[in-house]
């Protein structure tokens, strides 16, 4: 178990944080707990339900979604500072959207997602500021799975030279 006074020391390390009230950061602190993770480890798995918005402080994680006929696809190896479970702050997506499994041993802060969410409602200026970052933590994300989509599908409509490609007309409406 940590102390409040070594969770405090952890935020503060942590860009996310600089720009909150003295106040606004004990309340984060109040809702955050450590979790360490060996490798082969799953911090989380795609399809589950929300529970907390993870920072890793060390090590790395895969992230990695399932694709037919591909099985699990890594997309993304999360560093030192990399937000893990996004989904936990969306107002629709209410379960994982990929798995995360650990890579090198991690440790992570672990934010209780409904108590975030409760502290966002409740100070708006707080609120503001996390919702700006978790939007650009998702929008980095969706590039990166994109880019992953678009090379799965490059491998998988490779044509052996002897192939020819029929050539499509654009038709008009």
Known sequence: MYSQAEINKALHRIPWFMEFSQPQFDRLASITSFIELEPGEFLLREGDREDFLFIL???????EIEVPTRGQ??????????????????????????????????QLIGL???????????DHDLGYIIMRRVANVVASRLLTVRLALMEIIADSTAQPAHF?????TKSHH
Not at 86 to 101: G, M, Y
Request: proline residues 4%; aromatic residues 8%.
């Open 164 to 168: 020819k490609a029929r050539s499509f």
């Open 57 to 63: 402080l060390e090590g790395q994680v895969s992230l």
């Open 73 to 106: 696809v890594p997309f993304f190896t999360a560093e030192a500072l990399d937000v893990i479970g996004w989904e936990s702050l969306t107002p629709i997506v209410r379960q994982r959207t990929a798995s995360a499994c650990v890579v090198k041993r991690s």
């Open 112 to 122: 209780q997602s409904k108590l975030l969410e409760q502290l966002c409602e409740e």
